[in-house]
């Protein structure tokens, strides 16, 4: 199976850069997720905001092949616990053979993407950097193949 966690983003900092590396050497060959970046769309205005979102979104769009499972990272979306994040991978792996994790840019992710999405996940209602929610996401997925392979888990 294939994960991309398919982010808007600059140029990330170092230490998102080392946090991310040490849990992808962590993951198994197999679940390894790739990560991909799409390009922050600039504009200042209020309107412009419209097109950067759009701008974004024909990025992503491009980035998702058919078949793929695809999941936006909205805090609208459902809250998953670690138990919960394990259950989705055992079915991502078992039914789909690309899963994409995607995290939108700060002004969010437009509705044709959140349309085009069959899950949307929140990772709680705090505002956080969107460089840090790929540093999160990977340790989440991390921490579910854990649970998957039965290791111990400090919740249980």
Known sequence: MQIQ???????????????????????PRELTPTLVTVPLATGKSLQSAMRRLERESELIL???QPGSLNIALDDKGKSWTSEDWSKQLRHWMQEFPRVNLIIGGPDGLSRQCIEVCQQRVSLGRMTMPHALVRVVV???????????????????
């Open 5 to 27: 966690l398919i982010s808007v983003a600059q140029k990330m900092p170092a230490w998102i850069d080392a946090g991310c590396a040490d849990y992808l050497k962590r993951m």
């Open 62 to 64: 491009a980035k998702l």
């Open 138 to 156: 990977l340790e989440q997925l991390y921490r579910a193949w854990t649970i998957c392979q039965g290791h111990p888990y400090h919740r249980e």
